[in-house]
T-cell receptor, first 115, second 110 residues
Framework: AAGVIQSPRHLIKEKRETATLKCYPI?????VYWYQQGPGQDPQFLIS???????DKGSIPDRFSAQQFSDYHSELNMSSLELGDSALYFC??????????????FGPGTRLTVT | DAKTTQPPSMDCAEGRAANLPCNHS???????VYWYRQIHSQGPQYIIH???NNETNEMASLIITEDRKSSTLILPHATLRDTAVYYC???????????FGTGTRLTVIP
């Protein structure tokens, strides 16, 4: 079965640079979620999109922005990178009707290293 | 979302049943119990969820107490590949995010 695709899988950037992470949800999933997992920490919710509109926002820094496109893929844009942004970034997708959010299926993650 | 409490770690012998407990004493009536697991540095994997009835799928069984204040995830025949951190998450189905607490690190021993 098709899974969530994330690219790139690994990314190395320097401080103050920008990074763009991409997420391609499972076909027919219209909801996308982004999570950040720092070293030795549990995943933390950043932001979610349903039908190309932001549906919820968690602990996402103002330096980060995200959007969902007409084909339902999503991009997480990160600017003015800091050393503390080094983490695993997971994207998840789920189907959704107008009210209920179903179980989320996670991608393999993008490992971002900021030097 | 309601707070959950899980033991930080557990061991289980390969081939035996692994029983992972979770306390969620402040769960509200419309909140579901979800279980996810994360094998080292991989994306979290959905296992099972339930509201009040016991549930079973090809991966596991979920037993929820009658008062819904606690639950147990059962892996019937643990294998080495089941070594992972298991997260019990109580969630309103209308909420978008999953709140990952500390979880239980299950180690399956040969």
């Amino acid at each position: 079965a098709a899974g969530v695709i994330q690219s790139p899988r690994h990314l190395i950037k320097e401080k103050r640079e920008t990074a763009t992470l991409k997420c391609y949800p499972i076909p027919r999933h219209d909801t996308v979620y982004w999570y950040q997992q720092g070293p030795g920490q549990d995943p933390q919710f950043l932001i979610s999109f349903y039908e190309k509109m932001q549906s919820d926002k968690g602990s996402i820094p103002d330096r980060f922005s995200a959007q969902q496109f007409s084909d339902y893929h999503s991009e997480l844009n990160m600017s003015s990178l800091e050393l503390g942004d080094s983490a695993l970034y997971f994207c998840a997708s789920s189907p959704r009707d107008t009210t209920i959010s179903y179980e989320q299926y996670f991608g393999p993650g993008t490992r971002l290293t900021v030097t | 979302d309601a707070k959950t409490t899980q033991p930080p770690s557990m061991d289980c012998a390969e081939g035996r049943a692994a029983n992972l407990p979770c306390n969620h004493s402040t769960i509200s009536g419309n909140e579901y119990v979800y279980w996810y697991r994360q094998i080292h540095s991989q994306g979290p994997q959905y296992i099972i969820h339930g509201l009040k009835n016991n549930e079973t799928n090809e991966m596991a069984s979920l037993i929820i107490t009658e008062d819904r204040k606690s639950s147990t995830l059962i892996l019937p025949h643990a294998t080495l590949r089941d070594t992972a951190v298991y997260y019990c998450i109580v969630r309103d189905p209308y909420a978008n995010n999953l709140f990952f607490g500390t979880g239980t690190r299950l180690t399956v021993i040969p």
